[in-house]
C-alpha cells in the first residue's frame, strides 16, 4: 500500500538497513565523481595521517539515499527533493558497514496544493555506532488523495 | 605548481567547465544510488507533469564535484570537505549541458594548524543559464608551508 505525507509524524524514526563499503567501491565511485587522490590511490594516501583512502563524502551520501529510498520512499508514489544540508562527520575506511537512519522533524500540510513539506533528519553510522554522516533534508511528499465524494441521485 | 588556501581571495571566481548529461546516464546513475521512477523509468515518468526522466539531484551535485575537482581542486596537494548545504533549484532533463561555476565567500587562514577554513559558492546552470543546483561548501585547504629559515652557521 502507498505511503503518504499523512502518514509521517515528527519524531517517528526508520532503520535504512545497512551498506558495507569496500576498498574497490570507494575507489571506483571516487573515480568518476571525485577523483582526488585521498579517495582514489591506496598507495599514496597511505602515508597521510588517514593510512589509506577514505570515501568520498558524496559517496556516502549517496548510499545514505539508495537506502532511504529502498526503506522508505519507493513506497510513496511521488515527491520532490529540494535541499540537503550535509555534514561529513568521520572518515569511513573501506570495510565499514554503515548503517542508516532516519528522523521525522517537522510535516507541514499544504492540503490547497495536495502535498505537505516535510523536513527530516538522516545520518549514517559506523560500526562503532559513530556518525560519519548526518544531514537535515527537506522535499515535498503528497498528501494521501481524497475519498470521492458520494454521490446522490 | 601547486596551489594553496593562500592563492583564494573573497570574491575569486572560477569557470567549472561543462558536462553533457544524458538519457542512459541520469537513469544508470539513479538505478544504483536514487531508485525512484521518476529518475529510472522513462514510460513511467512520462505521464507526470515533467513529461519524462530528470536526474537525481544527487547524481547532479556528483556532476558539480568532478567539474569542481577537474578544474581546482586537482591542483590542491590535500583538504579535506566538511560540509554542502545544497539547493535542487530546477529539474534537469536529458540532454542539458551543465556548467559549473564556483565562487570563494571567504578564507580564514589559522596558522598554528597550517591550513584555511574556506568557504564557497558553487553552482551548475543549464542551457539557458538557469541555475539547477546551488550549493555552499565549507572545507580545510592546505597554507603554503613556509620556506625553511636560511641556516646562519
Chains 1, 2 share one sequence.
Do not use: C, K
Request: proline share 7%; glycine share 10%; hydrophobic share 40%.
Amino acid at each position: 500500500m502507498a505511503t503518504y505525507a499523512d502518514d509521517l509524524s515528527p519524531g517517528d524514526r526508520f532503520d535504512l538497513g545497512h551498506y558495507g563499503l569496500s576498498e574497490d567501491e570507494i575507489v571506483e565511485y571516487a573515480r568518476r565523481w571525485d577523483p582526488v587522490f585521498i579517495h582514489t590511490d591506496p598507495a599514496a594516501a597511505q602515508d597521510t595521517p588517514l593510512g589509506g583512502v577514505v570515501a568520498s563524502g558524496l559517496h556516502t551520501l549517496a548510499i545514505y539515499q539508495r537506502l532511504a529510498v529502498q526503506a522508505l520512499w519507493s513506497r510513496f508514489t511521488g515527491g520532490i527533493g529540494h535541499s540537503f544540508d550535509i555534514r561529513f562527520r568521520r572518515p569511513v575506511w573501506p570495510g565499514t558497514t554503515l548503517t542508516g537512519h532516519l528522523t521525522v522533524r517537522s510535516v507541514t500540510p499544504r492540503p490547497e496544493r495536495e502535498d505537505a513539506a516535510v523536513t527530516l533528519d538522516g545520518e549514517l553510522v559506523d560500526d562503532r555506532g559513530e556518525v560519519v554522516l548526518q544531514l537535515i533534508n527537506r522535499s515535498v511528499l503528497p498528501l494521501r488523495p481524497e475519498a470521492p465524494a458520494v454521490q446522490n441521485g
